[in-house]
């Protein structure tokens, strides 16, 4: 198993651009989320899903989407790009929210908007 | 709302012991969890306790959990230089179905050898 991907590993926006960063995993996991992470401020729930088609807004969701229409893949789009959102975000996936939580992590996408 | 706290840095010679605290406001989390994340990369679990345990070994890692002052410890026995990174602390989220997670800050270990 791959585990969780992500694409791109770093990219370099201008202020007002749009991108999309890529999450999948293939582990047939129900729930998926997506974080950044600021130096020293550990991490910060954007968007999660406890499944396809379901979607709901984390700690931080201003400036992004996200879609889910399969189990495999959760992308996170970012609409007009600040310099806020300079960061390193990463997607991560849990089989069940009950009790016992492991979530497992992608290599991360680091962000640059300039 | 729910909130984790570590402290930033801490720096041990090899060899030494390391222990990497964090308090946690949650008191109905189910279990609590460290992750290590190495540079570069995603975060990977390392060890995680249950809310009705004090204590888990496990090999050079001992967790320990105080329910009533909701603190935790991560111990470190002979710490070595691969275990230089970033330890996140985190607990679940009592209420919630969701699987969420709230995370600490934190803490860098830098070893010295």
């Known amino acids: 198993n791959a585990g969780v991907t992500q694409t791109p590993k770093f990219r370099i926006l201008k202020i007002g651009q749009s991108m999309t960063l890529q999450c999948a995993q293939d582990?047939?996991?129900?729930?998926m989320y997506w974080y950044r992470q600021d130096p020293g401020m550990g991490l910060k729930l954007i968007y999660y899903?406890?499944?396809?088609?379901?979607?709901d807004k984390g700690e931080v969701p201003n400036g992004y989407n996200v879609s889910r229409s399969t189990t495999e893949y959760f992308p996170l789009r970012l609409e007009l790009a600040a310099p806020s959102q300079t960061s390193v975000y990463f997607c991560?996936?849990?089989?069940?929210?009950?009790?016992?939580?492991?979530?497992?992590f992608g290599p991360g996408t680091r962000l640059t908007v300039l | 709302g729910e909130d984790v706290e570590q402290s930033l840095f801490l720096s041990v010679r090899e060899g030494d012991s390391s222990v990497i605290n964090c308090t946690y406001t949650?008191?109905?989390?189910?279990?609590l969890y460290w992750y290590k994340q190495e540079p570069g990369a995603g975060l990977q679990l390392l060890t995680y306790?249950?809310?009705?345990?004090d204590m888990k070994q496990d090999q050079r890692l001992t967790v320990l959990l105080n329910k009533k002052d909701k603190h935790l410890s991560l111990r470190i026995a002979d710490t070595q230089t691969g275990d230089s990174a970033i330890y996140f602390c985190?607990?679940?989220?009592?209420?919630?179905?969701?699987?969420?997670?709230?995370f600490g800050q934190g803490t860098t270990l830098q070893v010295k050898p």
């Open positions: 991560a996936s849990s089989y069940s929210p009950s009790s016992y939580n492991e979530q497992f």
């Open positions: 582990m047939n996991h129900n729930y």
């Open positions: 899903s406890v499944g396809a088609g379901i979607t």
């Open positions: 949650d008191s109905s989390s189910t279990y």
């Open positions: 306790i249950f809310s009705n345990m």
């Open positions: 985190a607990e679940s989220i009592g209420s919630s179905n969701t699987g969420k997670l709230i």
